[in-house]
Protein backbone atom coordinates (compact mmCIF):
# COMPACT_ATOMS: atom_id res chain seq x y z
CA UNK A 1 0.00 0.00 0.00
CA UNK A 2 2.68 2.83 0.68
CA UNK A 3 4.76 1.63 -2.19
CA UNK A 4 1.23 2.62 -4.03
CA UNK A 5 1.10 5.66 -2.67
CA UNK A 6 4.56 6.49 -3.16
CA UNK A 7 3.72 5.53 -6.67
CA UNK A 8 0.80 7.86 -7.03
CA UNK A 9 2.62 10.47 -5.32
CA UNK A 10 5.26 10.76 -8.20
CA UNK A 11 2.74 10.42 -10.57
CA UNK A 12 1.06 13.49 -10.12
CA UNK A 13 3.88 15.11 -9.51
CA UNK A 14 5.17 14.59 -13.10
CA UNK A 15 1.73 15.17 -14.33
CA UNK A 16 1.33 18.83 -12.56
CA UNK A 17 5.16 19.41 -13.53
CA UNK A 18 4.05 18.68 -17.09
CA UNK A 19 1.01 20.46 -17.12
CA UNK A 20 2.69 23.70 -15.32
CA UNK A 21 5.51 23.57 -18.15
CA UNK A 22 3.24 23.13 -20.98
CA UNK A 23 1.27 25.94 -19.81
CA UNK A 24 3.39 27.86 -19.69
CA UNK A 25 4.87 26.98 -23.24
CA UNK A 26 2.23 28.00 -24.58
CA UNK A 27 1.46 31.38 -22.91
CA UNK A 28 5.24 32.24 -24.29
CA UNK A 29 4.86 30.81 -27.33
CA UNK A 30 1.62 32.74 -27.80
CA UNK A 31 3.76 35.98 -27.29
CA UNK A 32 6.27 35.32 -29.38
CA UNK A 33 4.25 34.24 -32.11
CA UNK A 34 2.41 37.70 -31.50
CA UNK A 35 5.69 39.29 -32.52
CA UNK A 36 5.68 37.26 -35.79
CA UNK A 37 4.35 37.33 -39.40
CA UNK A 38 2.01 34.42 -40.03
CA UNK A 39 3.98 32.43 -42.32
CA UNK A 40 6.65 32.55 -39.53
CA UNK A 41 4.41 30.84 -36.63
CA UNK A 42 6.44 27.83 -36.92
CA UNK A 43 9.75 29.55 -36.13
CA UNK A 44 8.04 30.46 -32.61
CA UNK A 45 8.56 27.29 -30.95
CA UNK A 46 12.42 27.57 -31.45
CA UNK A 47 12.02 30.22 -29.16
CA UNK A 48 10.84 27.83 -26.42
CA UNK A 49 14.60 26.37 -26.10
CA UNK A 50 15.56 30.41 -24.37
CA UNK A 51 12.74 29.35 -21.95
CA UNK A 52 11.12 26.34 -20.63
CA UNK A 53 12.62 23.97 -23.69
CA UNK A 54 16.40 25.52 -22.24
CA UNK A 55 15.60 25.45 -19.13
CA UNK A 56 15.00 21.62 -19.15
CA UNK A 57 17.81 20.75 -21.36
CA UNK A 58 20.07 22.52 -19.07
CA UNK A 59 18.56 20.64 -16.41
CA UNK A 60 19.34 17.64 -18.51
CA UNK A 61 22.75 18.70 -18.96
CA UNK A 62 23.64 19.83 -15.48
CA UNK A 63 22.52 15.57 -13.84
CA UNK A 64 24.35 13.87 -16.84
CA UNK A 65 26.51 15.46 -18.99
CA UNK A 66 28.43 18.28 -17.22
CA UNK A 67 31.91 17.87 -15.53
CA UNK A 68 33.73 20.11 -13.43
CA UNK A 69 32.60 23.26 -11.30
CA UNK A 70 32.74 25.31 -14.57
CA UNK A 71 29.96 23.17 -16.80
CA UNK A 72 27.81 22.62 -13.53
CA UNK A 73 28.20 26.42 -12.72
CA UNK A 74 27.18 27.49 -16.05
CA UNK A 75 24.09 24.50 -16.58
CA UNK A 76 22.75 25.55 -13.02
CA UNK A 77 22.50 29.31 -13.54
CA UNK A 78 21.10 28.74 -16.98
CA UNK A 79 18.28 27.36 -15.49
CA UNK A 80 17.73 29.57 -13.26
CA UNK A 81 17.50 32.25 -15.86
CA UNK A 82 15.52 30.48 -18.31
CA UNK A 83 13.04 29.48 -15.68
CA UNK A 84 12.76 33.25 -14.57
CA UNK A 85 12.86 33.86 -18.28
CA UNK A 86 9.94 31.64 -19.07
CA UNK A 87 7.96 33.60 -15.83
CA UNK A 88 8.09 36.89 -17.11
CA UNK A 89 7.56 36.27 -20.69
CA UNK A 90 4.03 33.89 -19.73
CA UNK A 91 3.15 36.90 -17.29
CA UNK A 92 3.10 39.53 -19.89
CA UNK A 93 1.31 37.27 -22.47
CA UNK A 94 -1.15 36.96 -19.70
CA UNK A 95 -1.70 40.53 -19.23
CA UNK A 96 -1.28 41.38 -22.89
CA UNK A 97 -4.33 38.66 -23.64
CA UNK A 98 -6.33 39.90 -20.65
CA UNK A 99 -5.81 43.35 -21.15
CA UNK A 100 -7.33 42.63 -25.30
CA UNK A 101 -10.20 40.70 -23.69
CA UNK A 102 -11.10 43.89 -21.52
CA UNK A 103 -10.15 42.11 -18.43
CA UNK A 104 -7.20 44.75 -17.56
CA UNK A 105 -5.48 47.31 -18.91
CA UNK A 106 -3.81 46.81 -22.07
CA UNK A 107 -0.21 47.40 -21.38
CA UNK A 108 1.72 49.94 -23.27
CA UNK A 109 3.97 49.70 -26.18
CA UNK A 110 6.81 50.39 -24.21
CA UNK A 111 6.29 47.78 -22.18
CA UNK A 112 5.97 45.17 -25.23
CA UNK A 113 9.05 46.75 -26.17
CA UNK A 114 11.12 46.38 -23.64
CA UNK A 115 9.76 42.13 -23.46
CA UNK A 116 10.94 41.85 -26.67
CA UNK A 117 13.97 43.32 -25.92
CA UNK A 118 14.24 41.08 -22.86
CA UNK A 119 13.62 37.94 -24.59
CA UNK A 120 16.18 38.84 -27.14
CA UNK A 121 18.80 39.12 -24.71
CA UNK A 122 17.29 35.95 -23.01
CA UNK A 123 18.09 33.66 -26.44
CA UNK A 124 21.56 35.65 -26.77
CA UNK A 125 22.27 34.23 -22.85
CA UNK A 126 21.42 31.09 -24.08
CA UNK A 127 23.73 31.10 -27.14
CA UNK A 128 26.62 32.44 -25.11
CA UNK A 129 26.53 30.20 -22.29
CA UNK A 130 25.93 27.08 -25.02
CA UNK A 131 29.44 28.13 -26.06
CA UNK A 132 30.95 28.86 -22.71
CA UNK A 133 29.97 25.25 -22.02
CA UNK A 134 31.97 23.55 -24.28
CA UNK A 135 34.55 25.82 -24.28
CA UNK A 136 34.59 24.56 -20.54
CA UNK A 137 35.01 21.25 -21.45
CA UNK A 138 37.54 19.43 -19.10
CA UNK A 139 39.75 18.16 -21.94
CA UNK A 140 39.20 21.44 -23.85
CA UNK A 141 40.80 22.98 -20.48
CA UNK A 142 43.54 20.67 -20.37
CA UNK A 143 44.37 21.38 -24.25
CA UNK A 144 44.13 24.67 -23.14
CA UNK A 145 46.46 24.43 -19.91
CA UNK A 146 49.22 22.82 -22.04
CA UNK A 147 49.30 24.97 -25.01
CA UNK A 148 49.53 27.91 -22.45
CA UNK A 149 52.41 25.97 -20.93
CA UNK A 150 54.35 25.42 -24.55
CA UNK A 151 53.67 29.11 -25.03
CA UNK A 152 55.25 30.31 -21.71
CA UNK A 153 58.06 27.75 -22.45
CA UNK A 154 58.41 29.88 -25.70
CA UNK A 155 58.37 32.70 -24.49
CA UNK A 156 61.26 32.38 -21.89
CA UNK A 157 63.43 30.83 -25.10
CA UNK A 158 63.18 33.67 -26.90
CA UNK A 159 64.23 36.11 -23.99
CA UNK A 160 66.64 33.93 -23.54
CA UNK A 161 68.15 33.91 -27.39
CA UNK A 162 67.35 37.76 -27.31
CA UNK A 163 69.67 38.28 -24.05
CA UNK A 164 72.54 35.97 -25.50
CA UNK A 165 72.36 37.87 -28.98
CA UNK A 166 72.65 41.17 -26.69
CA UNK A 167 75.63 39.33 -25.34
CA UNK A 168 77.11 38.49 -27.79
CA UNK A 169 76.68 41.46 -30.35
CA UNK A 170 78.39 43.67 -27.25
CA UNK A 171 81.73 41.25 -27.27
CA UNK A 172 81.65 41.63 -31.83
CA UNK A 173 81.63 45.75 -31.43
CA UNK A 174 84.06 45.55 -28.64
CA UNK A 175 86.57 43.51 -30.73
CA UNK A 176 85.47 46.00 -33.82
CA UNK A 177 86.30 48.57 -31.89
CA UNK A 178 89.72 47.64 -30.69
CA UNK A 179 90.63 46.20 -34.39
CA UNK A 180 89.31 49.61 -35.13
CA UNK A 181 91.84 51.48 -32.96
CA UNK A 182 94.80 49.91 -34.18
CA UNK A 183 94.09 50.64 -37.60
CA UNK A 184 93.69 54.33 -36.69
CA UNK A 185 96.81 54.19 -34.72
CA UNK A 186 99.11 52.83 -37.48
CA UNK A 187 97.80 54.83 -40.40
CA UNK A 188 100.38 57.49 -41.78
CA UNK A 189 98.58 61.19 -40.94
CA UNK A 190 101.72 62.93 -42.56
CA UNK A 191 101.17 66.23 -44.41
CA UNK A 192 101.51 65.32 -47.47
CA UNK A 193 100.54 68.49 -48.73
CA UNK A 194 103.54 70.56 -47.91
CA UNK A 195 106.48 70.53 -50.59
CA UNK A 196 109.16 68.33 -50.65
CA UNK A 197 112.71 69.55 -49.88
CA UNK A 198 115.16 69.29 -52.83
CA UNK A 199 118.57 67.30 -52.34
CA UNK A 200 120.86 70.39 -52.28
CA UNK A 201 118.74 71.85 -49.54
CA UNK A 202 118.78 68.68 -47.71
CA UNK A 203 122.84 68.55 -47.90
CA UNK A 204 123.22 72.55 -47.07
CA UNK A 205 120.79 71.95 -44.24
CA UNK A 206 123.26 69.15 -43.24
CA UNK A 207 126.35 71.17 -43.19
CA UNK A 208 124.90 74.27 -41.56
CA UNK A 209 124.02 71.76 -38.64
CA UNK A 210 127.52 70.73 -38.25
CA UNK A 211 129.42 74.03 -38.91
CA UNK A 212 126.69 75.24 -35.74
CA UNK A 213 127.51 72.14 -33.57
CA UNK A 214 131.58 73.34 -33.61
CA UNK A 215 130.82 76.48 -33.00
CA UNK A 216 128.82 75.62 -30.05
CA UNK A 217 132.19 72.81 -28.68
CA UNK A 218 134.55 75.91 -29.28
CA UNK A 219 132.56 78.45 -26.98
CA UNK A 220 132.39 75.67 -25.17
CA UNK A 221 136.08 74.90 -24.77
CA UNK A 222 136.75 78.51 -23.58
CA UNK A 223 134.15 79.11 -21.36
CA UNK A 224 135.77 76.00 -18.88
CA UNK A 225 139.16 77.64 -20.04
CA UNK A 226 140.99 74.26 -21.66
CA UNK A 227 143.42 75.64 -23.85
CA UNK A 228 144.16 71.89 -25.09
CA UNK A 229 140.56 71.92 -25.89
CA UNK A 230 140.32 75.25 -27.63
CA UNK A 231 143.42 74.48 -29.98
CA UNK A 232 141.43 71.10 -31.05
CA UNK A 233 138.61 72.74 -32.07
CA UNK A 234 140.10 75.64 -33.66
CA UNK A 235 142.18 72.87 -35.94
CA UNK A 236 139.05 71.28 -37.06
CA UNK A 237 137.52 74.39 -37.70
Same mark, same amino acid.
Given at each position: ?????? #??????????????????????????????????????????????????? #????????????? &????????????????????????????????????????????????????????????????????????????????? &?????????????????????? &???????????????????????????????????????????????????????? &????????
Amino acid at each position: MKNLIQ #WIGKLLFWVMATALIVYAASRTLDFVNSTLGAEDQIIGYLALFATTGGAIA #WLAVFLYNSKGIA &QKGIALIMIVIDVLGEISLFTIDTLMRSGQNGLTSTLAPEEVRATVMGMSILIGVNIIATFAYHVMDADNMAAMEDQISDW &QIDLTIQKAKREKATSIANEIA &QREADAYAVVQKNKDRSDRTLPERTIGEAFSNLFRKNSRGEEMHLVAAETVNMPEL &QETERNKL
